[in-house]
């Protein structure tokens, strides 16, 4: 374990990872931008736009300031559920008139997801609610265009690893041994004859039964039956969200709450009594799933769940109602991967781990047997 006051010691990037924008605006359009440092406020106030004047340089300027976690903090003002800075054309004016690295941090680390863990790395690895995916994912190695961005990368950690992680209610293990387990699963990831069924099941025998060889027998689908109840829940909470969205004046979020509710609605019409087999992603989501996978180990974002069980099982009905949306997007089968895509944006967009724990420990139980019932069918 490192010296806690030594900073960070090294970078480390998953392996073959490769992202370039492709400019759909879909990550500058329906959050809360913010907190914005002084640098960037000093910047645009020095400078007439030419681009979003009107709303820029308007009566109610470019800045807000709202309550985040009980702290009056500085944000971007949205116009509707867009970025003021956000151009008809959907790319930034910040980065067209002043150039890349005058954008607030936050804008300039995006989709990158940095995890400093306790042995003193920041793991770096892609955040898959880009709008842009399935084509950025083609883009430039990471290792050749982080340097630029790497400084602001490390000043803004997406997540600290615990020095303990837990994987079941029972069993917590150190982090480098977590670390070591993680080898595992992304070496289970890199096997490609088989989809993403056969290696969630391969993943949950790893984390219910970490010394048991790995489980590699092609499997139909993932067929979480046994998602059942955290399906039920998800349908109110979905409602819920979307009429706050609603209230809030964001329709981004109504739309994504409204699919979210649609999907898991679909899954219980289906599923319900007694379960069918899971969907199979094909082709165009067998890639997506698998670059979604070893981006949510390798981000370590799986820790943020209570347990990383519960983070995997969460993980398995996640990628199973993406498939749906997917589905529900296509029309038909087969899915494009553009529509792959927009499910997991979707999901991963709404069923984030607060999310999680905003449906109650019931949830989380339920997530934790989803993945032990795949770890016994394996
Ligand atoms: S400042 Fe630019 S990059 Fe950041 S959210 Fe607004 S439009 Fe997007």
């Keep these: ?57 308007g009566p109610e300027g470019a800045f807000e300031v709202v309550d985040i976690d009980g702290e009056p903090t500085r944000v971007l003002r949205r116009v509707g559920p867009r ?18 690295r005058a954008k607030p941090a936050l ?3 995006y989709p990158l997801n940095v995890a400093l863990a306790p042995d003193g790395i920041a793991y770096v690895s892609l955040n898959m609610e ?56 992304l070496a289970d990831l890199e096997i490609d004859a088989v989809g993403p069924a056969t290696l969630l099941r391969a993943l949950a025998v790893r984390m219910v039964r970490p010394q048991d060889g790995p489980a590699i027998t092609p499997a139909r689908g993932w067929a979480p039956a046994n998602a059942h109840p955290i399906v039920t829940a ?24 409204r699919r979210v509710g ?9 599923q319900a009594p007694r379960g069918t087999p899971g969907l199979q992603a094909g082709d165009a989501g067998d890639r997506l799933t698998r670059l979604h996978l070893q981006n949510v180990i390798f981000g370590k974002a799986l820790h943020k769940a209570p347990t990383l069980m519960a983070g995997l099982g969460l993980e398995v009905v996640k990628l199973d109602l993406a498939m749906r949306l997917a589905l529900l997007l296509a029309g ?47």
């Excluded at 959907?90 to 002043?98: A, T």
């Excluded at 998800?234 to 709450?257: I, K, S, T």
């Excluded at 139980?365 to 019932?373: L, Q």
Aim: aromatic share 4%; glycine share 8%; hydrophobic share 45%.
């Design 1 to 57: 374990m490192k010296d806690p006051d030594a900073g960070v010691l090294g970078v480390s990037i998953l392996e073959g990872a490769r992202f370039s924008c492709q400019g759909t605006g879909a990550c500058c359009s329906g959050y809360v931008y913010g907190p914005i440092e002084d640098a960037v406020v000093r910047a645009v106030e020095g400078h007439r736009f030419t681009e979003n004047a009107e709303h820029i340089h």
């Design 83 to 100: 970025c003021v800075f956000l151009g008809a054309d959907n790319l930034c004016v910040i980065h067209k008139e002043l150039g890349a």
């Design 107 to 109: 804008c300039r680390a």
């Design 130 to 185: 880009c709008g842009g995916f399935h084509v950025g994912c083609d883009g430039a190695p990471l290792e050749e265009t982080l340097p630029d961005d790497l400084p602001v990368l490390l000043a803004h950690p997406t997540m600290v690893v615990p020095e303990v992680v837990r994987i079941d209610g029972d069993i917590t293990v150190d982090f480098e041994d977590a670390l070591a387990l993680e080898q595992t699963w």
């Design 234 to 257: 998800l349908v109110p909470w979905a409602e819920e969200e979307r009429q706050v969205a609603l209230a809030e004046g964001n329709l981004v979020d109504v739309e994504l709450h």
């Design 262 to 270: 649609v999907a898991a609605e679909a899954w219980l019409a289906e």
């Design 332 to 378: 038909e089968a087969p899915v494009t991967p553009a529509e792959v895509n927009e499910g997991l944006r979707t999901l991963n967009r709404c069923l984030r781990p607060s999310g999680l724990a905003s449906l109650g420990d019931e949830v989380v139980e339920c997530c934790e047997r989803v993945v032990r019932a795949l770890a016994d069918e394996a």
